[in-house]
Structure formats: structure tokens, C-alpha cells
């Protein structure tokens, strides 16, 4: 079962905000929030995690619901390189399978000029 | 080196030969991960290992898959008697402390003919 669902694909403007939404209804209290991306042909890369507070570095923000059943990935100007497939991922921290990186299929952002 | 190592980056085998991956993570890392991504489709979670303990091998596909890692450093993937299945990138991600982010190398793209 996927603990997350994701749009398959979205547009951005190139200076515009790209606002990507996760939602992930059934995630428990000790699960974090994980966002990464890959761009074409390389390795996937870190974005930003958080547990329950918004999140901000110099990358990306992440804005968790109160209910901590949805999140958004905030990339405030995006540019061509922003281009990629940005996964959304809940783990815990903790030992076993749980705490596995598992990627889903993510969102495809595509940034146009 | 600053970021994580893979090699060989490329590797072209016969069908039924075996082959070794190697992945040198970032020192001082204690958490490793591999990866594979057939073409087109996302990443699949092969193994974990973090520091001493016994590694997690939930995600390995089949007995002809095996890994190690000496010494708490660097690891390698191997696997037997390849077969044309087995063609894809093969990436590592290693992490200071499981709650952080991973650094993923830049793979090895296998190709098994």
C-alpha cells in the first residue's frame, strides 16, 4: 500500500513558485516527512524533512498540515533546473523496515520558460 | 572524497557472468543504502545497512543478490549468474544518522547482454 499520493504531473512557470502537495492520511505521530528529487540521469537528491513544524533551507519550504495528513513542497522560484521527479516519502527514524526510504512513483515537475 | 563514490559507472556483462558494485559512502557515514532503477521506472529498494548491525535484506530480489560492507565503510553489491532482468542503474545513498538526509552516488549502469 502507498503511504503517499502525488499528482503524476505538473507545470511551473520559470520564476513562478512551484507548490507540490503530498498527501499522506494515514501517517503515524513517530513518521517523518521526507522530499527528494531526480533529475534526469542523475542519483536522487535530498530536498528537506520534517515531522510535524514547516521547514525551510535554502532549497525548498515544507509546509505540514496541522493534521499532518498532507504536506507541500515549496520551491519559491523555479528555474529550468528545477526540472525533475520530486518523490515524497513518510519513514520512521528507527530500526526495521520501516524506517526504509521507500520512493514512490512521485511528481514529474516540469518548468517551462 | 565529498560525496558518495560508485564504481564502475558503467558495466556491460554476459548473460550468467557475475558482477561486483562497489560504493564508497561518504566517511563516517554509518548508513547505506543500494537502490536499482530498471528504465523508466523508480527506485527500488534492494538493502540497508546501518553501522554493526545485521543488515536489512527485505528488498533483495532473489538468492543470486548478495552485499556486504567491510569495516563499516565500503560496500559491495554482487550478483550471480546475471541475467537480462538484472539491466539498471544501481545507486547508493549513504547518511551520517538514519534520521538525515541520503547522498546518493551516481550509480552503475549495468547492462547485462
Known amino acids: 500500500d502507498a503511504k503517499t499520493t502525488q499528482p503524476p504531473s505538473m507545470d511551473c512557470a520559470e520564476g513562478r513558485a512551484a507548490n507540490l502537495p503530498c498527501n499522506h492520511s494515514t501517517i503515524s505521530g513517530n513518521e517523518y516527512v521526507y522530499w527528494y528529487r531526480q533529475i534526469h540521469s542523475q542519483g536522487p537528491q535530498y530536498i528537506i524533512h520534517?515531522?510535524?513544524n514547516n521547514e525551510t533551507n535554502e532549497m525548498a519550504s515544507l509546509i505540514i498540515t496541522e493534521d499532518r495528513k498532507s504536506s507541500t513542497l515549496i520551491l519559491p522560484h523555479a528555474t529550468l533546473r528545477d526540472t525533475a521527479v520530486y518523490y515524497c516519502i513518510v519513514r520512521v527514524n528507527y530500526g526495521g523496515s520501516q524506517g526504509n526510504l521507500i520512493f514512490g512513483k512521485g511528481t514529474k515537475l516540469s518548468v517551462k520558460p | 572524497g565529498a560525496g558518495v563514490s560508485q564504481s564502475p559507472s558503467n558495466k556491460v556483462t554476459e548473460k550468467g557472468k557475475d558482477v561486483e558494485l562497489r560504493c564508497d559512502p561518504i566517511?563516517?557515514?554509518?548508513?547505506l543504502y543500494w537502490y536499482r532503477q530498471s528504465l523508466g521506472q523508480g527506485l527500488e529498494f534492494l538493502i540497508y545497512f546501518q553501522g554493526n548491525s545485521a543488515p536489512d535484506k527485505s528488498g533483495l530480489p532473489s538468492d543470486r543478490f548478495s552485499a556486504e560492507r567491510t569495516g563499516g565503510s565500503v560496500s559491495t553489491l554482487t550478483i550471480q549468474r546475471t541475467q537480462q532482468e538484472d539491466s539498471a542503474v544501481y545507486l547508493c545513498?549513504?547518511?551520517?544518522?538514519?534520521?538525515?538526509?541520503?547522498?546518493f552516488g551516481s550509480g552503475t549502469r549495468l547492462t547485462v547482454v
Open positions: 566517511s563516517g557515514h554509518t548508513a
Open positions: 520534517g515531522l510535524k
Open positions: 545513498a549513504s547518511s551520517l544518522q538514519r534520521v538525515d538526509g541520503y547522498t
